[in-house]
C-alpha cells in the first residue's frame, strides 16, 4: 500500500485546537490500538493492517511531530504529552477498553499508558482500561537500549544542526545498518520512510522528538515497574538481529519481568512489522488466542 493510499483511509483529529494529527479507525470488534515508532508514522503497520482489522476495530494514529500530523517547531514534544493526545482520542472515538500493540517508541508510549492504567486501577478510579499489551522492538529498558550514533548526536547540544544536512541518503544508510541481513528495506520503502520524516519539515524536529531517550532514564522505575506488576498479558516480539534493541533487550526482559513471554525472530532487525509482518501477525495471533 502506497503512502497515498495510506493517507485516503485516514482523517483529522484537532489536538490542542490547533493541531492536526492523522488518524484510522477501521474495522469492528475489541479496539486494537497500534503506536508506531521513531521517526517513521503509523504506514509501518500497513503490511499487518488488513489481517488486524479482519478481527478488530483497529485505531491507529500518526502521533504529534510525525508522519502526516502537525510538526510544530515551538513544541515541547513528551511521551507524556503523546499520552495525553491519545488518551484524549480513543475518548473521542469512545475506545473505552483496548488491547495495544506497539513499536520503538510507541512501545515508551504504551509504557506511560500502562503506568497510567495500573494508577487507575491502585486508586479504583474508572478511565480507559487496557486488556493486553504486546511490545514490538524498542527501548524499553534504557539501561540495555544501544543507540545509534545520530541518536546520540541528536540528543547532544549538536543535536539542533542535524535537521539541515539530514537526507534521504542519510536516512537509507541509518535504516539498512538496523534492518536484519535478509530483509532489507527496498528503494520505494526507503522513499516512503523519507518523505514521512521529510514531510512538514519533520527532519527539523529531530533534536525535539528525540528527548524520549532521556524521559526514558527519568522515568524508568515507573515504567518498567508498570510491566513488572501488572495482571494484564504481556507479550515481547522481538527481532533479535536490531543493535538497537534486540537481543540485548530480549535478555534484560528475561531478566527482570515475571513470567516473560517472549518471542525471538532470528535474523529480523529493528522492523519486524516491516520485515517479517507475516510472522509479527502470527505470534500476535497466537497471544491473543493464549490469554482468551
Same mark, same amino acid.
Given at each position: 500500500m502506497d503512502l497515498n493510499a495510506w493517507r485516503d483511509k485516514g482523517e483529522y483529529y484537532h489536538y490542542k485546537t490547533s493541531h492536526s494529527i492523522f488518524t484510522i479507525d477501521e474495522g469492528r470488534g475489541d479496539v486494537l490500538l497500534l503506536i508506531h515508532g521513531f521517526p517513521t508514522a503509523s504506514w509501518d503497520w500497513w503490511k499487518m493492517w488488513d489481517g488486524l482489522v479482519k478481527e478488530h476495530r483497529v485505531?491507529?494514529?500518526?502521533?504529534?511531530?510525525?508522519?502526516?500530523?502537525?510538526?510544530?517547531?515551538?513544541?515541547?514534544?513528551?511521551?507524556?504529552?503523546?499520552?495525553? @493526545?491519545?488518551?484524549?482520542?480513543?475518548?473521542?472515538?469512545?475506545?473505552?477498553?483496548?488491547?495495544? @500493540?506497539?513499536?520503538?517508541?510507541?512501545?515508551?508510549?504504551?509504557?506511560?499508558?500502562l503506568a497510567r492504567f495500573q494508577g487507575?486501577?491502585?486508586?479504583?478510579?474508572?478511565?480507559?482500561?487496557?486488556?493486553?499489551?504486546?511490545?514490538?522492538?524498542?527501548?524499553?529498558?534504557?539501561?540495555?537500549?544501544?543507540?545509534?550514533?545520530?541518536q546520540k548526536i541528536l540528543i547532544s547540544p549538536l543535536g539542533g544542526w542535524v535537521g539541515y544536512f539530514f537526507n534521504r541518503n542519510k536516512l537509507a544508510k541509518n535504516f539498512k545498518k538496523i534492518f536484519g541481513p535478509n530483509t532489507q528495506p527496498t528503494e520505494k520503502e526507503l522513499n516512503e520512510f523519507w518523505f514521512l520524516v521529510h514531510n512538514n519539515g519533520g527532519k527539523y524536529i529531530f533534536h525535539l522528538l528525540i528527548r524520549y531517550?532521556?524521559?526514558?532514564?527519568?522515568?524508568?522505575?515507573?515504567?518498567?515497574?508498570?510491566?513488572?506488576?501488572?495482571?494484564?498479558?504481556?507479550?515481547?516480539?522481538?527481532?533479535?538481529?536490531?543493535?538497537?534493541?534486540?537481543?540485548?533487550?530480549?535478555?534484560?526482559?528475561?531478566?527482570?519481568i515475571p513470567n516473560p513471554d517472549v518471542i525471538e525472530l532470528e535474523n529480523i532487525g529493528h522492523f519486524p512489522?516491516?520485515?517479517?509482518?507475516?510472522?509479527v501477525l502470527k505470534y500476535y495471533q497466537e497471544f491473543l488466542l493464549k490469554i482468551g
Open positions: 485505531l491507529a494514529l500518526d502521533m504529534i511531530g510525525f508522519g502526516f500530523s502537525a510538526k510544530p517547531i515551538k513544541y515541547n514534544y513528551s511521551i507524556l504529552d503523546q499520552a495525553d @493526545l491519545i488518551e484524549e482520542w480513543l475518548s473521542s472515538k469512545n475506545a473505552k477498553q483496548i488491547k495495544i @500493540l506497539c513499536h520503538d517508541y510507541g512501545d515508551t508510549v504504551g509504557q506511560e499508558l487507575r486501577l491502585k486508586q479504583k478510579r474508572e478511565g480507559l482500561k487496557i486488556t493486553s499489551i504486546c511490545f514490538l522492538n524498542g527501548g524499553l529498558f534504557p539501561e540495555a537500549h544501544q543507540p545509534l550514533l545520530i531517550m532521556q524521559e526514558r532514564r527519568e522515568h524508568r522505575t515507573r515504567w518498567v515497574s508498570a510491566m513488572q506488576e501488572t495482571n494484564i498479558p504481556i507479550r515481547l516480539i522481538d527481532g533479535i538481529a536490531d543493535p538497537i534493541s534486540g537481543q540485548n533487550i530480549v535478555n534484560r526482559y528475561k531478566e527482570i512489522l516491516i520485515e517479517a509482518p507475516r510472522l
